[in-house]
């Protein structure tokens, strides 16, 4: 049986979009919606305190 996997969530580590490329080339990777968020808070905390 042939699985086609369309698409992946992952969080935000390299290493794991890495992984994902060489295992599924023709999937779309995403990142979930937490982890760009919680990224992104913590992006702008660091700009508030400079």
């Not at 042939?2 to 599924?24: H, N, P, Q, Y």
């Not at 023709?26 to 905390?45: G, K």
Request: overall charge positive; hydrophobic content about 45%.
């Amino acid at each position: 049986m042939k699985v086609r996997v369309r698409g992946v969530c992952i969080d935000m580590k390299a290493s794991f979009k890495e992984v994902v490329r060489e295992v599924l080339p023709q999937a779309q990777v995403v990142v979930d919606p937490f982890h760009l968020i919680a990224d992104a808070s913590r992006r702008l905390d660091e700009t508030r305190r400079l």
